[in-house]
């Protein structure tokens, strides 16, 4: 492989691919450095999951409550409509 490269093969073949691709101090902390973005990240992923979870569990589902009072709102319409059919000249009920 190293040959098709037009590399020169002298010596211990792995042990000269080992030292071309071994990493310079630069890149060991520019690996540190990702790794540290990358668990800040997870961290910041975990925190805003657990924020939303929280959220969820403290104010529930509102669709099924919005749901119930649209249903109370119709049912009350209607009833209202009938009632105010039935009174004549204005006349308010109690």
Do not use: C
Request: hydrophobic share 35%; proline share 2%.
């Amino acid at each position: 492989m190293a040959r098709r490269m037009d590399f020169s093969v002298v010596g211990l073949p792995h042990y000269t691919i080992w030292h071309l691709y071994e990493p310079s101090v630069d890149d060991i902390r520019h690996m540190e450095e990702m790794e540290k973005a990358r668990r800040a990240r997870e961290k910041e992923e975990q925190a805003k999951a657990a924020k939303v979870k929280k959220i969820k569990e403290e104010f529930g589902d509102a669709n099924s409550q919005w749901e119930k009072d649209k249903t109370d709102m119709t049912n009350l319409m209607a009833h209202g409509k009938g009632a105010k059919g039935d009174q004549k000249d204005g006349a308010v009920r109690s």
